[in-house]
C-alpha cells in the first residue's frame, strides 16, 4: 500500500516534470525574439529537471545515487543561468532588439516569426 | 511503473522533437544554439529516466557528462564565435585579405564600419573555422 502510494507521488512528480519539458519545447518554438526563447528554455526546462530528480530521488536506493542526480541537476542549473546570460548578454550586445507587441504581423499565421531588427 | 515510465520517456522524446524545430526555422544563429541547449537539457533529463527505467546506473554519469558539454557548447559558441566584444580577434592574415582581392567576401569588406548590426545574426568577422586564406 505504501508502495504504491509512492510509486503514485513519484510518477505525479515526473509527468510534472515532463510537462514543463513539454511547455518549455512549445515555447522555444512558438516565442519571438531570442531573449524570451532563452526565457523559455533556462527556466521552464530546468524547473522539469528539477521535477524528475525530485521523483527519482524517492526511489533512489543509495545515497550515492541521491548524491549524483542532486549533482546532475545543479550543474544544469548553473549551465542554463550561465549560458543564459551569455547568450543574452551576447544579443544585446549585437543589437538585437527586444520583441515587443506592435513587431506583431497583423492577423498572420504561425508561421514565420517576426523579424528581429525591429521591423525594417 | 515502467510502462508509465516508457510513456514518460516518450513524451520527452516528442518534446525533444518539436524543440529541435528551432534548429531548422531559425532565423540566428542563437536560436540554433539554444536549441542545442534544449537537446542538453532534455537529454539529461531522458537520461536520468532511462537509468530508472532499465537500471542502469552508469547512464547517470553519461547525463553528467552531457550536462557538462551542453554547457561547454554554449560557452563556445557565445565566446568565440557570436559575442561582437568576445569574439576571437581576426589575424593578419585574415585582416589583410580585403587589400588583396578579396574584397567581395561578404562581411571582409564592412567590417570596419559595421559595428552591431542590428538583427544580422552572422559573425561579425569572417573569423569562420578553417579560415586560413592569406
Redesign the interface.
Known sequence: MADSIM?GVR?LL??A??AF??I???G??RFPD?YT??HA?TKA??L??GL??IG?LL?AGSLA?SA??V??WL??L???A??GY??A???R?????PWQAKDTPPAKGDDT?P????GH | MTTALDLLLLALLLSLIVGLGRVWRGPGFADRMLAAQLLGTTGVAMLIVLAERFAQPALRDVALVLALLALLAVLAFVARVWDPDDAVEPTASADGAGSTGLVGEPGAAASGSDGPSSGDHRPRQSNGVGDDHG
Open positions: 510509486d510518477l515526473i509527468t516534470g515532463v519539458f513539454i518549455g519545447s512549445i522555444l518554438i531570442v526563447r532563452i528554455l526546462d530546468n522539469g529537471l524528475i530528480v527519482l526511489g545515487t549524483k542526480l549533482l546532475i550543474l544544469t548553473v549551465a542554463s550561465s549560458a551569455l547568450v548578454r551576447a544579443a550586445r549585437r543589437g538585437v532588439k516569426p523579424p528581429q531588427s525591429g
